[in-house]
């Protein structure tokens, strides 16, 4: 069974640096077919890819925000990092980490976490 | 950066309608878009994969065809459980980019 789980902090105040972590289970980070990616979603708006680790170790990220993005994994414990730098109260979003799935047919975001609301206020 | 636009941003639908959405790309991406669907505080849901391509355990009211820079999703008979918000995402490159959804409301 595939699982994808975000943690971290639910409230961080603005300049600083948020860290989140996605655990996965039911497949593995270094399985050629799949990448982990992180997207967020503003209350009451869109989704936004943020970044992308593939198999490979190769990265992503959004092109606005690529300054402030780092994203990173460690296979052998299952997770995906993301840290994004001197956060804003606009940077307020449930954060998603979502795996990529791969194929000659292209790619897909198959399975996602739930998600984890992360508030920026002092 | 590959722009998607999707049309209406939102519209209103009856139970057994058939309903329609369309993804425009701003340059070609071949047939490397999906579709998910969103209900509140859910996580998005894959729909359609690869452009036309049904997921496992999707019903098969749902369909996508296109390819190019013009997609549509189609629901053939709306069902009480399809009012949600849907979007479009481009595979063909990174940065990954998404549509900025459709949000399908009880009429």
């Known amino acids: 069974q595939v699982t994808l789980k975000e943690s971290g902090p639910v409230l961080v105040k603005p300049t600083e640096t948020l860290t989140l972590t996605c655990t996965v289970s039911g497949f593995s980070l270094s399985n050629a077919r799949m990448g982990v990616s992180w997207i967020r979603q503003p209350p009451g708006k869109a989704l936004e890819w943020l970044a992308h680790?593939?198999?490979?170790?190769?990265?992503s990220y959004r092109t606005s925000l690529k300054s402030r993005l780092t994203i990173s994994k460690d296979t052998s414990k299952s997770q995906v990092v993301l840290t994004m730098t001197n956060m804003d109260p606009v940077d307020t979003a449930t954060y998603y980490c979502?795996?990529?799935?791969?194929?000659?047919?292209?790619?897909?975001?198959?399975?996602w976490g739930q998600g984890t609301l992360v508030t920026v206020s002092s | 950066d590959i722009q998607m636009t999707q049309s209406p941003s939102s519209l209103s639908a009856s139970v057994g309608d058939r309903v329609t959405i369309t993804c425009r790309a701003s340059?070609?991406?071949?047939?490397?878009l999906n579709w998910y669907q969103q209900k509140p505080g859910k996580a998005p849901k894959l729909l359609i994969y690869a452009a036309s391509n049904l997921q496992s355990g999707v019903p098969s009211r749902f369909s996508g065809s296109g390819s190019g820079t013009y997609f549509t999703l189609t629901i053939s008979s709306l069902q009480p459980e399809d009012f949600a918000t849907y979007y479009c995402q481009q595979s063909y490159n990174a940065p990954w980019t998404f549509g900025q959804g459709t949000k399908v409301e009880i009429k």
């Open positions: 340059q070609s991406i071949s047939s490397y």
């Open positions: 979502a795996r990529m799935f791969g194929n000659s047919q292209g790619n897909w975001f198959d399975r």
């Open positions: 680790i593939f198999s490979n170790d190769e990265k």
